[in-house]
Nanobody, 130 residues
């Protein structure tokens, strides 16, 4: 599945952004969708993931309570609502997807390993700075 990420930009600390991950022409009903991020000089980090149907989610400890992931299957779009942004949230954010079986879905919504995702979209830059 081809994924298109959008919504990044420059925001002040404490501000909010909403990232979108769309898959025009594809049905995402059976895919777990997530977001990774990578900042210069840092390791790639799994940020959040949402299961196809039962609402299970994963959040990295660094974003719990600030970020919320949601999906609109009718629009084949997943959103990452980012609030109370901090300078350390600055990174390129990548949208990812997996159409794995329920075991894979359980794995990605538990600890979100990068190897479990077979589709990666282009990144969108998020910069948090005053």
């Amino acid at each position: 599945v081809q994924l298109q990420a959008s919504g990044g930009g420059l925001v002040q600390p404490g501000g909010s952004l909403r990232l979108s991950c769309a898959a025009p022409g594809f049905t995402l009903d059976y895919y777990a969708i997530g977001w990774f991020r990578q900042a210069p000089g840092k390791e790639r980090e799994g940020v959040s993931c949402i299961s196809p149907s039962d609402g299970s989610t994963y959040y990295a400890d660094s974003v719990k309570g600030r970020f919320t992931i949601s999906r609109d299957n009718a629009k084949s779009t997943v959103y990452l609502h980012m609030n109370s942004l901090k300078p350390e949230d600055t990174a390129v954010y990548y949208c990812v997807a997996t159409e794995g079986d329920r075991n894979i879905i359980r794995v990605v919504t538990t600890y979100m390993p990068a190897f479990a995702f077979e589709s990666w979209g282009q990144g969108t830059q998020v910069t948090v700075s005053s």
